[in-house]
């Protein structure tokens, strides 16, 4: 029985719903009056359920289609304005218990080496991020409790947090490991973590039984609830995500939806991101054995309608994207991607780029540098802001600031500021100037005037070499 307030996870993701919306979308997809309504709806910015959703989803109608992107686009723009987020991904352990069929850290795969760093890898690790410019990291860890004990994820934590190199610091770790306990969750949030992040993989209870056939993860329910006991434990920032190719995407963007209802019906607060992950060729994985792959226009609508469906949700796009689909979906709504990552253990302290314990192929290969000017000269600003999180305003004190309309006074400063250290710090001298005109732009589209000139002394005193100002 369907019922978003439920903590079972059969129960807030009922198959039975998502088969009832799915066959509803069906019936509706050319149904122009509903779906305009739809469209007038979503046009008032306080989100779509499920069920409109994937009306829209369905919708094969050009016109309409455009109609969404178009709003999608618009509401990028006034909700997350021109800024980018930027993060990298940090490997460190891939021992792995769970049998995960299409992840090459699978226990079964024999011809991997298995790497778990030590706290001087990971300080190495993270001084090599540092050099790159970047601030703000993903830590990723296979789930093994006598290898990567939450002893080892939480000491690698305060290892990150504690390195100060040249004019760098690590200001945020977000978290993507296996689903945990309550007490473990309490850890992590005491460890000063920003957001726990957790893909579902699939929604579709009797896919994911077979696509996790073996270990922990097997079990549905457990990790299906684990945003609801990440919340219990403290943490109010959790990031939802679908692995696409596992299932069909219309039954996943339901089922991913009515996640998003259920911790905003529980918990009062949604999911701050949503990450799209699409699968890819790995170690012993060849992505063409997932009958569900979905192509670059589908995988475009899914953004779009993530963007309109969950305003105020972040959504993150990794480097699995080629820059081709990235500059697609990047005016859709997206509001963070990942640079220069590497998804090997110990990746970043190579010379070049290893594939030997690599997560997955990364489809966008470029420095950071060169990201970091592709999204200026397409209009971005990448920032490397982490001062929300820092300033204690997550979860929902988070969304009223969205709400509020006042991230223009507070996250277009932050970005600029940021940005700017980036080009006295990291930058080639091409970077420097495309991104020097760039704030000289941007600095006028900050609303308050009182802003507008704090963050115009806080850039001199950064050009004059003081580091981390913040709104
Ligand atoms: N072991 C942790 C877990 O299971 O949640 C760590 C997360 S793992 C490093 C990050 C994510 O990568 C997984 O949740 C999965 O969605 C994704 N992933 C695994 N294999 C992949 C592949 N072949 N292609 C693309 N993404 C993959």
Redesign the pocket.
Known sequence: MYNPKSLKAEEFICHEEVLDTLAYAEENKNNVALIDQIIAKAKLRKGLDHREASVLLACEIPEKINALYALAHQIKLDFYGNRIVMFA?L?LSNY?V?G?V????HHQNKHIPRIKLTQEQIRNEVIALQDMGHKRLAI????DPVNNPIEYILESIKTIYSIQHKNGAIRRVNV????TTVENYRKLKEAGIGTY???Q?TYHKESYEKLHPTGP?HNYAYHTEAMDRAMEGGIDDVGL?V?F?LELYKYEFAALLMHAEHLEAVHGVGPHTISV??????DD?D?NVFDNGIDDETFAKICALIRVCVPYTGMIIST?ESQQVREKVLPLGVSQISGASR?SVGGYCEEVRPHESE???VSDSRTLDEVVRWLMEGGYIPSFCTACYREGRTGDRFMSLCKTGQIQNCCHPNALLTLKEYLMDYASDETRAVGEALIAKEIHNIPNEKAKAICEAHLGSIADGKRDFRF
């Open positions: 991904p490997y792995c769970n995960c299409y992840c090459p850290y990723e860890a296979g789930e993507n490991i296996a689903a992040i957790l893909f993989e993860k995500g692995l190719g992950p699409r699968i890819k060729r790995a994985i992505p699995r998804t997560q997955f192929d």
